[in-house]
């Protein structure tokens, strides 16, 4: 079972930038995603960026240009750099890995983690 550990939230100010890590215990198949998605109050789940173990990246509109998400394959991490952030960037940011194969039978989440973005 894989498990999912998120780090790096918290309370940061308009403009200022914050990078999210998780760390999975293990990925036992090849063809895999990794994937941020947050969940805003009153809003539903959004894909924020995704990456593959090819080290394609994708990005939704919004974040596009501010924020970069990278992996280190070797130590099964995964990291969302976020710059220029807005208060809309509020949310519970959870990690995601997926096995391309499986699709979403095969999906694991972290617990997420709260970013806040406040003067």
């Known amino acids: 079972q894989v498990q999912l550990v998120e780090s790096g939230g918290g309370l940061v100010q308009p403009g200022g930038s914050l990078r999210l890590s998780c760390v999975a215990s293990?990925?036992?198949?090849?063809?895999?995603?990794m994937r941020w998605f947050r969940r805003a109050p009153g809003k539903g789940r959004e894909l924020v960026a995704s990456?593959?173990?090819?080290?394609?990246?994708d990005y939704a509109n919004d974040v596009m240009g501010r924020f970069n998400i990278s992996a280190d394959n070797a130590k099964n991490t995964v990291y969302l750099q976020m710059n220029n952030v807005k208060p809309e960037d509020t949310a519970i940011y959870y990690c995601?890995?997926?096995?391309?194969?499986?699709?979403?039978?095969?999906?694991?989440w972290g617990q997420g983690i709260q970013v806040t973005v406040s003067s």
């Open positions: 990456i593959l173990e090819t080290g394609y990246t």
């Open positions: 995601n890995v997926i096995n391309r194969h499986l699709g979403e039978r095969g999906s694991y």
């Open positions: 293990e990925i036992p198949f090849p063809n895999y995603g």
